[in-house]
């Protein structure tokens, strides 16, 4: 599956980038995640439909500042986590339940939250 970007009114959720438009790697830092296979992962994760997983972003600058995921289950559900960097709890806050309406909605998968 393709990457879906989804508007989220205040706040913008696309996938995660590390080219050379956009380099989301020093705000996953920020969020203690360091990987350098880190972006790949997630998009990986998108082609095999084992994890999707969005950048939730000021809709003006596209800067990160929160990550939301739906990781698919066979018993019909999906386990959605986040995390945000400091100050921007709102937005995960905004990116969950966004992503909770996706999941039920696009994929007809019953969201749970861990």
Known sequence: ?????????????????????????????????????????RIAGWVEETHFSWAVCEPTTAEMVAEVGATPAEDGT???TGWARTGYEPALAAGLTTVRRFVEGGLGLRPITR
């Open 78 to 80: 999906a386990a959605l």
């Open 1 to 41: 599956m393709e990457p879906i970007e989804i508007n989220a009114g205040t706040w913008y959720l696309r996938a995660l980038r590390a080219d050379d438009r956009i380099d989301d790697r020093p705000a996953l830092a920020e969020g203690g995640i360091t990987d350098p296979a880190y972006v790949a992962l």
